[in-house]
Each structure stands twice: as C-alpha cells, then as structure tokens.
C-alpha cells in the first residue's frame, strides 16, 4: 500500500508548492540512501525534505478557514468514557482544558529524547505512547528503535544529522588510526543498514572517535548538501576539507500505538499517525526515508477514514480538574538527564538482560523522585520503561533491538509482536 499510493502523495504535495529537486528533463530526481538497490528518494533543496514538506503543509493550514490551531498546548491525558476516546485533558498556556472531540488523532512524534544521544527535537518526549499506553490503546515492538550511525558529534542535544545521502555520494567512515573499516564488515560497507552500519561504529569509538570523510565530493559538497555544509562550517567543520566527528544517535522509532490501515488505534474513536504510530511498515528497521512517506500515505487514509465515523450521541460533561504547577524544574531536568543517561547505557545500540532488569530497578527509583506536575518527565519515564520491557522479553537481536547475549535472529521469533 505505501509503494503503491506514496507517489500520487507526493505528487499532491508537488501540486500543493512543495518544490522538489528536478533533474535536467524536469522529471524528479531521485537518490539512494542506505540499503536501498534503486534511485528512489526525492529530495527537497538537497537536504531539506522534511522543512520543505512541513514548509508545504503549514502555508495550507493557514490559507485553510476551517482548521483552527492552538498553540502553547500540551495534552497531558486521553479522556475515556465506555472504552471511547471522547477527547484530550490539556494545558492550553498554563491552564487546564478539556477539548471534546467526535475523533482524536494523536500525531506526537517519537521519543528520541529517552536517550542521551538523539536527532530528535526536545520535544520528541514520548508523550503519545505514554497518554496512549494510559488510555487503554494497545502499544507494539516498543523494543525497536532505529540508531542513526550518523548524527554530528558535538556537546549539543539534540545532534545535528549527518544525512545518510552524504555516504550515498561516496563519502567514507573511518576509525581513530583513519583506517577505513565498513568494508570488513558488511558487503553494502557505509550503505549496509543502519543497525549494522551504527553496532560497527559504536564498536570503534571504544578505540576512539569515528569520523565520516566527505572530502572526495569537495565543492560539490556545498552545492549537494548545503544544509549540513552551514551545520559543519558553523561549528568549525569545512567538510571538503575536514574530517567529519560523527557518533550513533537514537533517531526513530518502529513500534508505537498499533493501528489498521486507517490509522485506527484499537481504543474506538482514537487514531495515530506518524512516528507514534506502529503501522507495520517499518517492520523492525525503519528502511531510510519511508517514514516521511508513511507519513504522507496513512495520514491521506487516516483523513479519509474520519469522514466515516458517526458523532457522539451525547457530549460527556466537562470533568473538574486543575493543571499541577511543576513543584522544582530544576529536579524535574535532573530526572530526565538521569533517565536519558540510563538507557543509553543499559537500552540503546546494545543490550543485555542484566543491563535492562538495572535499568528498570533505577527507573522506579526515578520515578518516585520526580516533583509534582513533571507530566513530561512521566511520560519519559513510562516511555522508557515499555522499551525495556519488550527488550527483555525479546531473547534475540533482530533488526533495531540488538541483544548482545542473544546476538542472532531465532527463528521462533519471526513474525512475533511483543503487545502492552
């Protein structure tokens, strides 16, 4: 369904004034990441896809009169009556709120930021699995998360993205002796997939720091990827010059609220799209750039499918409730730095049962620390906690989930989901 409906997508944000990069004929041009065998992914300004797209999307939102926005907004709760979602508890500037609606979609993102290194936004907290696992809507392969073997490394949170295009145009890794060392260990070297290509430079930074050598493209560098040339040059890097410092981050995540092919949670009247959603196309990793796509494609079907749903025969009433004034941001902070620093070390590229079984036991502790009106911090911690539950139930490494005392794929366990 995603090859087959994604290009009418894509050609509808065209229509809408997304400008995507063209080649001579005019026709798209197209280029090729990370363990894919053909010229596939359409690319916007060289390396800005994704502002382009939500640069397209914003502009139709406000020229639209019938979408309305709230801003300074986060939803804190699902609100359920007889095993529906009949809305969102929120605070809307500080204030408590209770928005009703016929239909809830919840399009929050990932949760990069569990982890102590990540390429996600701050934002990008785990909310929507939390408020969701809560609510009663079933949750899938939380045990998966994609490492981008690339982010730029540097004392900055979140990391700056090294594309994995950069590497498709032929630029290199090497370790701290400047050797190169993918091709030993996988035949696609710097194009293998990510898990592999990211579990072999977390093995060198043992010996020290790893470096994406860029220098072969050199002026064409500027013009093929301009937007990672202003991240570089920005922090002292001239990559036609320069060695690029680059370490693993955590960057997506496969599992999430299960939905059907319109986007439909198994908690009625509740939808998910985007990274929160487990769609089923990921599998267990993410292939480079179709979560864009899936974006566009479930997100077409989801709009769809909500035209179908009937209106609540009765609005419940409003409950009373208050928003929890946040007792000490700055423990709050702590928390979640302590959380971040735990799975990365016990739940990240590599894991082991004793590691995870410790990290659960520091994440309870966490959790009875955390300040009054922390929600965010909750979530980080619920988050965390369903990833290292379906990691310690899944005895094998299999695509993002890498056990290092189960380090090959049981059979037994193909085609099984780990469902909270």
Not at 108 to 121: A, D, E, I, L, W
Not at 134 to 140: E, N, P, V
Not at 325 to 334: E, F, I, K, N, T
Request: aromatic fraction near 4%.
């Amino acid at each position: 369904m995603l090859v087959e409906e994604g290009p009418a997508r894509v050609r509808e944000l065209q229509t809408a004034g997304a400008a995507f990069d063209l080649d001579p004929t005019g026709d798209l041009k197209l280029g090729r990441e990370a363990a894919h065998s053909k010229n596939r992914i359409v690319h916007a300004h060289g390396d800005q896809t994704g502002a382009e797209v939500a640069r397209t999307l914003i502009d139709r939102v406000h020229e639209s009169e019938r979408v309305g926005v709230i801003e300074k907004a986060r939803v804190l709760d699902l609100i359920v009556r007889r095993d529906e979602c009949v809305g969102v508890r929120a605070s809307i500037a500080g204030r408590a709120a209770e928005i009703i609606a016929d239909v809830t979609v919840l399009a929050t993102g990932g949760c990069g930021q569990v982890f102590r290194y990540t390429t996600n936004p701050v934002v990008a907290t785990g909310d929507g699995f939390a408020i969701a696992h809560r609510a009663g809507a079933r949750l899938a392969d939380m045990e998966f998360v994609q490492f981008h073997p690339t982010a730029l490394d540097t004392p900055e949170n979140p990391l700056q993205l090294i594309s994995e295009a950069v590497r498709g145009e032929g630029a290199i890794l090497v370790n701290a002796a400047r050797e190169r060392f993918m091709v030993k260990r996988h035949q696609l070297a710097e194009l293998a997939p990510r898990d592999v290509v990211a579990r072999a430079i977390f093995r060198e930074q043992r010996q020290g720091s790893v470096h994406l050598d860029a220098r072969k493209l050199g002026e064409n560098f500027t013009k093929r990827f301009p937007g990672i040339f202003s991240i570089c040059m920005a922090r002292g890097i001239d990559p036609r010059r320069d060695l690029i410092p680059v370490t693993p981050a955590a960057h997506y995540m496969m599992g999430g609220v299960v939905t059907d092919l319109c986007g439909r949670s198994t908690l009625k009247r509740l939808y998910a799209v985007g990274e929160v959603a487990r769609t089923g196309v990921h599998g267990a990793n993410r292939l480079a750039s179709n979560s864009l796509l899936e974006g566009l494609v479930f997100a077409e079907r989801t709009a769809r499918d909500l035209s179908t749903i009937e209106p609540m025969r009765s609005e419940p009433p409003a409950g009373k409730w208050h928003v929890s004034a946040l007792a000490d941001r700055g423990a709050a902070h702590v928390s979640a730095d302590a959380v971040r620093a735990l799975m990365w070390e016990h739940a990240g590229i590599a894991r082991t049962a004793s590691g995870l079984r410790s990290a659960l036991s520091s994440l309870a502790n966490i959790e009875e620390r955390l300040p009054t009106g922390a929600t965010e911090e909750q979530n980080l911690v619920e988050t965390a906690r369903l990833i290292i539950e379906a990691a310690l139930l899944r005895k094998e490494s299999r695509g993002g989930h890498y056990r290092s005392d189960f380090p090959k794929p049981e059979p037994s366990w193909q085609d099984r989901h780990i469902e909270q």
